[in-house]
């Protein structure tokens, strides 16, 4: 019942922007924590940003010392759709992109914060975005 569907990936030069979109069904994100996550080639898969991810405080966000300024999540929780916007985006940026989804609550099991793979339980199928220079 629970599924998510990434869209938006593509092809960009250095510099340029993206925005990805993450669209759920079977569940509402009232009580969802949401992340992104990327895999490069031969790279085990990162957090990239999360939603409603630390503490169990809707709204709260977190992102990646490297990507800290340059990507921004929100979420549209009437649409069920949680947003990366991605700028002046970098050749190592080059991934497949997954949204989770995990009840935020359950970050009391995790130090208070839901940040690795394998604290989410529901995945979407992953779009790809590439950059070139």
């Known amino acids: 019942e629970v599924q998510l569907v990434e869209s938006g990936g593509g092809l960009v030069q250095a510099g340029g922007s993206l925005r990805l979109s993450c669209v759920a069904s079977g569940f509402t994100l009232d009580d969802y924590a949401i992340g992104w996550f990327r895999q490069a080639p031969g790279k085990e898969r990162e957090v990239v940003s999360c939603?409603?991810?630390?503490?169990?405080?809707?709204?709260?966000?977190y992102y990646a010392d490297s990507l800290k300024g340059r990507f921004t999540i929100s979420s549209d929780n009437a649409n069920n759709t949680v947003y990366l916007q991605m700028n002046s985006r970098k050749t190592e940026n080059t991934a497949v992109y997954y949204c989770?989804?995990?009840?935020?609550?359950?970050?009391?099991?995790?130090?208070?914060?839901?940040?690795?793979?394998?604290?989410?339980?529901?995945w979407g199928p992953g779009t790809q975005g590439t950059v070139y220079s």
């Open positions: 989770a989804a995990e009840r935020a609550s359950d970050s009391a099991l995790y130090g208070g914060r839901l940040l690795k793979q394998y604290e989410y339980g529901d």
């Open positions: 939603i409603s991810c630390k503490g169990g405080v809707t709204g709260s966000t």
